[in-house]
């Protein structure tokens, strides 16, 4: 079984989902007031500009043991406590979101634009082809250095996950250097 990695940001797309989820079944609404602004800008917030603070209510929002029980229901092994998810369950949630298995279409729609336009655009995104179009998230904290994307074409639509762990953060540009590699590797087999 594969060993789960601190999930950095990446796992604000499963934040994002089960908030989604609480709307979508008329526990929660996108207009409610959360901080100083509206829990649909928090999402926005949290996904496209990986705030934490932002992340930070709408964890809250949701509950971290309704978090743990809507990754649960999904088949994904999801610790909000530590935020650990193996790259292969970060895949299925991917995969779910973008068959439109996980949310209605219009929230599908809405957090997929979140992920096509972030404000850090250097790792899988940098690698791929001008065809292809990314939706993705990535995480960096400590030594994790991650990004979990879904890569779109006209030939159809894939999941790539990377996960690193280093020894600290001086070795980001060789792992961004990897990153770039499998993402390269990855779409000319695909694409």
């Known amino acids: 079984m594969e060993e789960p990695f601190e999930a950095a940001s990446t796992a604000k797309i499963l934040t994002a989902a089960a908030y989604y989820s609480l709307v979508e079944d008329g526990s929660a609404s996108l207009d409610n007031p959360l901080g100083a602004y509206t829990s649909g800008f928090q999402i926005q917030a949290m996904v496209q500009d990986s705030n934490n603070d932002s992340w930070s209510l709408l964890m809250d929002a949701?509950?971290?043991?309704?978090?743990?029980?809507?990754?649960?229901?999904?088949?994904?092994?999801?610790?909000?406590?530590?935020n650990t998810l193996s790259t292969a369950d970060m895949a299925h949630l991917l995969a779910e979101l973008s068959e439109g298995r996980l949310l209605n279409q219009e929230h599908t729609e809405q957090l997929l634009s979140y992920m096509q336009d972030t404000n850090d655009e250097d790792l899988i995104p940098a690698a791929v082809p001008d065809t292809v179009t990314v939706f993705h998230k990535?995480?960096?904290?400590?030594?994790?250095?991650?990004?979990?994307a879904i890569l779109s074409s006209a030939e159809g639509s894939y999941v790539l996950v990377v996960y690193t762990k280093g020894a600290d953060l001086s070795d980001v540009p060789q792992r961004t250097a990897v990153i770039h590699e499998i993402t390269e590797a990855v779409t000319a087999a695909l694409f």
């Open 62 to 82: 949701v509950g971290l043991s309704r978090l743990s029980d809507y990754a649960a229901s999904l088949g994904i092994s999801y610790d909000a406590g530590v």
């Open 138 to 148: 990535y995480g960096l904290l400590d030594d994790e250095l991650h990004d979990a």
